[in-house]
């Protein structure tokens, strides 16, 4: 156990309202890492002078501003310039616990079966908007293994499970940490569940921030060749079939009443269950609201971004070639920037 240490990594970008939060969480650990790995992606906003402060006044924490980096090659570049032996992850506008660090890693320190963990994730909802947007964008991970993954806001794991896959997939703008541990656990990567490692975030605080939210992880999914066409097709079909009657309601009046027959075939099967199922997890009143337009836009961002994303898959060669090579094996990071 001794000879293990430690890296926290984190990707940010225009994070100047929040980066004092993570990074004096980060600090106030009741472990610490042996490094704190801060890739920049060419920030605007003032957060790389504040970075820079706090690099000055702790020189655990590791600077590397790269201008145009998404997230998957940050990511990379952290992991290859840490000199550590296992990584633990999290995203700007993150705030980990106290305890997050020294829950996270337990199981890799304790177990050497376990290549990797994935922590708790918690919302922090300024009003009950956001509350009900982070319940509906967060989900419970499986309490059995086989279908566990690991995700880049909550989870660490060894230093060599992330060579051995080839890093992160930096063609991709969204779904990065989905193929990267769909592939860990092709190779018999093994995942933890460390329950009392939790990490608080904001959900998007409005309607158009949630959509594309949803519509990027949409695109993202058929990117990576995991889109249900069928499924998309069904969802997108009932949404036209209410969007283009209510569009000519003005003149053909009639056609409301078919708008509101489809929205009600779509809130019974749709949106109800959801419904109900959110009632079961919180007491905070609005759920007739705000749960209906948040699954609604959920729904139809989300799947227009598969459909988007699929067509990027099958047409636009680098995203299918990348994947395949990927999967197999044969796909090698851009060497270029790794060292200083």
Known sequence: MSAETIAVITTVLNERDSICVLLDAFLAQTRQPDEIVV???????????????????????????????????????????????????????????????EELVNPLLVNSDYDAVTGERRIIGANRFEEFAGLLSTSVNPATESERMFHGRNSAFRKMVWTRVGGYPEWLYTAEDTLFSLRAKALGCRVAL????????????????????????????????????????????????????????????????????????????????????????????????????IVMIRSLANNVGQLLGDRDYRLTEPFRVNLNLYLSGKWQMSPDKFDL
Do not use: M
């Open 194 to 293: 460390a329950e009392k490692a939790v990490v608080s975030w904001r959900p998007r605080p409005n309607l158009r921030k949630l959509c594309k939210q949803y519509y990027l992880y949409g695109r993202g999914t058929g990117r990576i060749g995991s889109a249900d066409i069928r499924t998309i097709t069904y969802h997108l079909r009932n949404h036209a079939l209410w969007i283009l009657p209510l569009l000519l309601t003005p003149v053909y009046p009639w056609f409301f009443l078919v708008a509101a027959g489809i929205l009600a075939f779509i809130f019974f099967t749709l949106v109800k269950p959801v419904l109900v199922s959110v009632r079961l997890r919180t007491k905070t009143s609005g759920s007739s609201l705000y749960v209906p337009i």
């Open 39 to 101: 890739v920049d992606g060419g920030s605007t906003d003032g957060t790389v002078d504040l970075l820079k402060t706090y690099a000055q006044a702790h020189p655990i924490l590791k600077l590397h501003v790269e201008p145009g980096v998404n997230i998957a090659r940050g990511r990379n570049i952290a992991i290859h310039r840490s000199n550590c032996s296992i990584v633990a992850v999290t995203d700007g506008g993150c705030r980990p616990e106290p305890n997050w660090l």
